[in-house]
Every structure is written in C-alpha cells, then in structure tokens.
C-alpha cells in the first residue's frame, strides 16, 4: 500500500513538471500599418482574464502555452488573433478599421476615447450632414440634427444671430451658450453686436465665420461631465468641430481635388393678408398705420367717399384720391415729385408688403485639395459664400481659406498645424424690438414696419426719398 502510493505521488509530480514545462514566454511588437508602434494594444488569452497592454514601444511579452490565441485589440484598429505555435516571437500589424473609427471621439487636447467609455453623452455629425446645405451660419446648419439641442436665429436675416442650448437653461444670469471648440482651439461663441441690442437688433454670431464645407465632423458633448474637460467655460456643454484640415485621415498616397457648388433660392413667408379695409380707424378713411379704414368694395355706406381726400370715381368703380404728397408738410422734401400732387390716388388693396420682398439667394462654391503619403498628409481648402437674404439690404459675403496637415516623425512623434484665414462681410437693415407697427424704443424695426403696412398703401411705387437723401415720411407732418 505504502509502494503504491509513492508511484501515485512521483506520477502527480511528473504531471505538474510537465504542465509547467508548457508554459513559455512569447514577446513581439505591435505597429500599425505604417510601421509606427502602438503603445496600449490589449492582449488578452482568448477565453481568458489573463493579457497585458503594450508599452511606449509597442513591445509586450506575456506567459502564454501552445495553442492558446492571443487577442490584439486598439481603438481604431482591427481586433487580430494570432495561435501560439512553436515560436516564441509573435510580430503584430495592426489594420485601420474605419467602422470602429466611427465610434471614436476626440475630446480635449486631442485625447482619443471611445464612445462607450465615456460618462456623458456624445452626438456626432458627419461632413455630409452639414456640406451643402442653405444655411451660412454652421449653428443653423446643426439644427434639428442633435437630439437635446435647442438652436433657434434671433429673427429672419441673413447672418443673425443663433442662440444654441443644449439641453435646457442652466443659469439665469450668464450665458447658455456651449463652448465651441475648432481644431482644439476654443471659439467664441459669443455674438457681434453692430448696435445697440433693443434699439437695432442685427448682431450675428461669432461662429457665423466658421465655413461648414470645411468641416470633418462636429461632436457635441452633452451633461456636466464634459465640464471636466473644459471647466467652467464647458458648463453649458461642448460643441467640437474637426476640419478637414486636422483631421488626421490617410490618404493612402493619393491626391484628392474636389470642387462643390451650390445654389440655394428662398422666399419670404408671410401671413396672409386681406384685401377689404383701408388704412384709418373704425371705417373712416385716413394715411393712417392701421388697416381699420373704410372698405374697398364699398359696402360700408360708401364710407370712403366721405374723406376729405375723396375726389372721384375711377372706371372701374374704385374711389380716387388726392395724392399723399399733398399731406406733407415741408414742401422741400416733395422737391421734384411736384407733378404727382396733381395725379389721383386709387383707393385699392396693394401688394406692397410681398413685392418688397424678393427671392433669397445662396451660392457657395468650395474647392477642396487633400494628398500626402503613409506618414505624412496635407489638407487645402477655399470657400466662398454669398447669401442675398430675402429683405432688401441684406447680404453676407464669406471667404474662407485655410491650409493645414500632419506628419508621423521616425521618433513616435506627430506633427500637425493649422491655419484659418476668414474674412466676412455682413451688412442688415435695422430690426429693433417691435410692438405691431413700428420699433417699440427709438431705432428703426424693418420688419415691424414693413408688415404692417396698410393694404391700401403703395408700398412699391411712391417715392420713399427726396432729392438730398431725407426720408419722405419721417416727421414730415
């Protein structure tokens, strides 16, 4: 009995020198496809808990038995396995997976994370969402693309402001605005304000000089989690804009020219207006701003021909008039428009408010050049934005160049740089705070007194200037 358990101890023994004489170390190294190591690969024994990560180097090595299957995974990359066999050196070339690219975000400082391993919730938006599109300004261009972000323009002009907030107000006394970030740059998000706010309501919004055809991709980065990253100023959430410029896509040798175009036609809406009462008050004709004058088919006991500016019928039934120029009181300001004091006015419904506004107009032309090699890349880009808003005196002229690329050096090391050259030309009517028919304080309100114009009022054709440049109407009475 006692023999035989000694052969049993010697065979456990054996069993266990021969398992660990399995074990062995294998070492390698992990590149990418252009021969630059990758530190931080994961490797792990398939099946397992059991891996280590690279170094600085990209080199690792790990006790590993024959026939176990080493898993190589890096964000970016391919996952790669490869089966321990009888060599003890295991060389690893990583290939780009464009799929798990997507699922990449660049936060601050350029650090790489992965969606999933983030604490906060991240949108992202591609090139092809915001290229091409009728709208200059790229916070209008966002809307309606990012779920939690309200984005709302001041008014209807061409180059106004947009006011972005990203899941609701956060403070009743400062700005909501998001911080905007543009290559790893912060931007104002700020606004250019020409005049003062309730008195000429034209600012726009510094973002307005961003071109979106230059655009990679735009991230926005939602909860207070992402005020770690940019602190206070990222309380309100973070709005990150890669260009084409930075971005450090390869382009496998090749040269890329691209030219876009774009043409974009808008019109005015308006409400409907009506076509039976005349400016002046309860039925009663007067050169009034107010469409409570007497009716235009007459059927109001022929109020109008009760006016004291009632001269005539015309052929067609409508009441004549005498020209408003008779009703000026400075005879210097009608200097010039003498003979239209004797010609009648027709009493009649005028499309003065939807001839004044005309058909807007946006033209954006882009020419895109990207080449370079494995290591190194370059990005160029021109653009050119012309916007003829629908309200006369409104335009924004945009050019926009910029130039920027990187390079992998022998040493590990990446080299990039970008340079942005914007100039912007922006010109607006007043639109001051409005209360119906006029500004509601002292400026001038473009579109309080436009649409408001009584129906009986020839916005089109009278005369709005004197021969020296004075308003017609201004005070004249």
């Not at 997507?102 to 969402?129: C, F, M, P």
């Not at 005015?268 to 007497?294: K, R, T, V």
Request: with cysteine; net charge negative.
């Amino acid at each position: 009995m006692k023999k035989k358990c000694i052969w049993l101890f010697m065979l456990f023994l054996t069993g266990i020198t021969w398992a660990y004489s399995q074990q062995k170390t294998v070492t390698g190294n992990v590149v990418d496809e252009g021969g630059v190591p990758l530190p931080g690969v994961n490797i792990l024994i398939k099946g397992t808990t059991s891996g280590i990560q690279t170094d600085f180097d990209g080199n690792y090595a790990i006790e590993v038995s024959p026939g176990d299957v080493l898993v190589f995974s890096y964000i970016g990359q391919s996952t790669e396995e490869r089966t321990v066999g009888a060599e003890n050196v295991i060389n690893v070339t990583m290939v780009e997976d464009a799929q798990a690219l997507q699922e990449v975000v660049v936060t601050a400082q350029g650090i790489v994370r992965e969606k999933r391993s983030l604490g906060y919730a991240v949108t992202t938006v591609e090139s092809d969402k915001v290229e091409s599109r009728p709208e200059a300004d790229i916070g209008r261009v966002l809307s309606g693309k990012v779920a939690g972000v309200n984005i709302t323009s001041n008014n209807g002009l061409s180059g106004s402001g947009t006011n972005i907030i990203i899941r609701g107000y956060s403070s009743a006394t400062q700005s909501n605005q998001p911080l905007f970030i543009v290559d790893g740059i912060p931007f104002d998000s700020g606004t250019n304000t020409q005049s003062d706010y309730l008195d000429g309501n034209t600012e726009s919004s510094r973002f307005l000089d961003i071109d979106p055809n230059t655009i990679e991709n735009v991230s926005v980065l939602k909860g207070l989690s992402a005020t770690v990253l940019y602190g206070n100023r990222g309380r309100n959430g973070v709005i990150l804009i890669t260009t084409k410029n930075a971005s450090s896509g390869e382009t496998k040798g090749k040269n890329e020219v691209t030219i876009s175009q774009s043409v974009f036609a808008s019109k005015a809406i308006l409400p409907e207006y009506q076509d039976n009462y005349g400016g002046g008050f309860h039925q009663g004709f007067g050169f009034f701003f107010s469409n409570w004058g007497s009716r235009f088919d007459r059927t109001d006991d022929d109020g109008i021909a009760n006016a004291g500016q009632y001269i005539g019928d015309a052929s067609n039934g409508s009441a004549l008039l005498q020209h408003p120029f008779n009703y000026i009181a400075d005879p210097s300001l009608i200097a010039g428009y003498e003979d239209l004091l004797s010609q009648p006015y027709e009493y009649k419904p005028y499309n003065g408010v939807e001839e004044f506004f005309r058909t807007g107009y946006v033209y954006s032309t882009s020419v895109n050049v990207r080449g370079g090699s494995e290591r190194i890349n370059f990005n160029a880009n021109y653009g050119r934005t012309e916007d003829a808003g629908v309200t006369p005196g409104n335009n924004l002229l945009r050019n926009n160049f910029s130039i920027g690329g990187n390079a992998r050096l022998s040493n590990n090391l990446t080299a990039s740089g970008v340079f942005n050259f914007i100039r912007t030309g922006y010109k607006s009517p007043p639109n001051a705070v409005s209360t119906g028919s006029g500004a509601a304080f002292q400026g001038s309100a473009i579109f309080g007194d436009v649409l408001y114009t009584p129906r009986s009022v020839d916005l089109t054709n009278l005369p709005f200037q004197s021969a020296d440049g004075r308003s017609l109407y201004y005070r004249s009475r």
